[in-house]
């Protein structure tokens, strides 16, 4: 499916493949379009089959020239039944996309691979990124793996764990005294006077191109078939929005037989302009001033947000927010059904899930799939207080004593 | 009221090359008014058939998105700075 043009979702005005992210005309923002695919269904599935366990195995759906240049592999990560997790819910069939399993432990190293592969392509030698986290881990990590120069601009009051898991691997680290709105526009301004491949402002059409293969994969491991429903976090809206067109493109390609997957979307009530439109019935986000631990989906000006509303329209499902006692007992509630330990972003979807269930919004019978984007070790300081450690002399005698109550009570 | 305005790299070809401008008014829609007069091919880049900013056009007053303020009537003052952006967003 080879890419063509960039397309304003706007007002439809065409531009060449390059780094270009906003139409002149009416500033919408572009995306790449395709042509028709060159093989048949048959042909395609035995190309992606014939793939590397990376996203890779899905260049011919990627924005790419020639074969995609990155050293990090990416991608092919579990997707695991989460009966237990149903269970506790109400629901007979859950599976939980499990994204930590990447590189730099979330989602965002698939946007990465295809903004850094394609930035190769365009001639960049420096990487760089406006962040919430974890894109700068990404973006840091894949620029070491190159041996590009790169330069991340995070909020300075990001988490710690963050902040050093993006600093060891070697880049520039700026921390900017302001919000991730703050951070975005400062990069934008930046990006004009310097020539650098900046993922998510001048080379935003590729790197959001990497969120499909979520999507692919999701299909791929559900033996070729297309869930019931879909939650997934909303921070600019992005991911949500590629997903289900990385549905729409492999059914159009003959490889899924038409469905369209109840859409549902996951924001911090802190930080909720997608989920406040969605409940007012307009597509118009107001932006806001974030406020909550989900801080990598604290973006208060989600530019995917007007896309994202519309889509969970569309399909029947809804945008919904928590708040962030939910997101930490999401976080727990994960943990203990799967053995998955999720950042907040994951805590919000997994609350979502809750809600969406206790609402009744889901029929038990259907097959509802949970991205959980990202690991809990990013934000450690959420589990601090929600347990007890046993803190005993090591002695058999102690751990009698401490424990002797439970142990007996569990027989 | 004089006040500069700062143009993103997409909006400069509309506006002779300049990366800056200056227009008066008292609010920013006047603002604005008055510099589509001086570049009248602005007008449709920034403002829909309504009248209002399209959806993708963030308007900043003296670094203040003016959503916060109160939109287009925002009252200006003599020598404040608007800044033009797209809106654009990763994560």
Same mark, same amino acid.
């Given at each position: 499916m080879p890419a063509d043009a960039l397309k304003c979702k706007e007002c439809s005005a065409s531009y060449p493949l390059e780094a270009r992210y906003v139409c002149d005309r009416c500033f919408g923002p572009l995306e790449v379009s395709y042509s028709a695919p060159e093989q048949d269904a048959a042909e395609l599935k035995r190309r992606i089959q014939a793939g590397p366990h990376t996203l890779w195995r899905y260049a011919d759906f990627l924005p790419l020239e020639g074969t995609p240049r990155t050293a990090l592999p990416t991608g092919w990560t579990p997707l695991m039944r989460a009966d237990r997790l149903a269970e506790r819910l109400g629901l007979q069939e859950v599976w939980v996309k499990n994204e930590t399993a990447n590189p730099t432990h979330s989602f965002k190293d698939r946007v990465v691979s295809v903004a850094l592969a394609r930035a190769l392509e365009l001639g960049f030698d420096t990487f760089a990124c406006a962040s919430t986290g974890n894109l700068a881990n990404a973006v840091a990590a894949h620029a070491a793996a190159a041996g590009l120069a790169s330069y991340v601009f995070i909020p300075a009051d990001l988490e710690e764990a963050k902040i050093l898991a993006t600093g060891a691997y070697g880049g520039n680290v700026i921390g900017v005294r302001g919000n991730y709105d703050d951070v975005n526009r400062l990069c934008m301004e930046v990006s004009a006077d310097h020539p650098w491949a900046f993922v998510n402002v001048n080379v935003r059409p590729y790197y959001a191109e990497g969120s499909k293969t979520l999507a692919f994969e999701i299909a791929e491991q559900l033996s070729w078939e297309i869930p019931d429903r879909i939650v997934a976090p909303i921070a600019s809206g992005s991911l949500f929005t590629k997903l289900a067109r990385g549905f729409e493109e492999w059914v159009d390609a003959g490889l899924l037989e038409a469905k369209v997957p109840v859409m549902n979307g996951a924001q911090a009530e802190g930080c909720s302009p997608v989920a406040q439109a969605f409940a007012a019935g307009t597509d118009v986000c107001r932006p806001v001033k974030p406020n909550t631990i989900a801080k990598s989906l604290a973006i208060g000006n989600p530019a995917d947000g007007p896309y994202a509303v519309e889509l969970a329209r569309a399909t029947g499902g809804s945008v919904d927010s928590v708040t962030d006692d939910e997101i930490r007992a999401g976080i727990k509630l994960l943990a203990e059904t799967t053995g998955i330990f999720t950042e907040t972003a994951g805590g919000v979807t997994t609350a979502v899930l809750a809600k969406l269930a206790a609402r009744g919004d889901i029929d038990p019978a259907e097959r509802v799939v949970v991205c959980i984007t990202g690991d809990g070790l990013k934000t450690i300081d959420c589990a601090r207080g929600t347990f007890e450690v046993h803190e005993i002399d090591p002695s058999v005698e102690a751990f009698e004593t401490e424990m002797g109550p439970q142990l007996q009570a569990a027989v | 009221m004089a006040v500069t305005i700062k143009l993103p790299t997409q909006l400069r070809t509309a506006a002779n090359g300049q990366a800056e401008a200056t227009a008066s008014g008292d609010t920013v829609r006047a603002v604005l008014d008055g510099l589509s007069q001086e570049h009248p091919e602005l007008r449709e880049r920034l403002l829909d058939d309504g009248g209002?900013? =399209? =959806?993708?056009v963030n308007v900043y007053l003296r670094g203040e998105d003016i959503r916060f303020l109160s939109g287009l009537d925002t009252q200006v003052d003599d020598g404040d700075e608007l800044t033009i952006l797209p809106a654009v967003a990763g994560g």
């Open positions: - | 209002e900013l =399209r =959806r993708f």
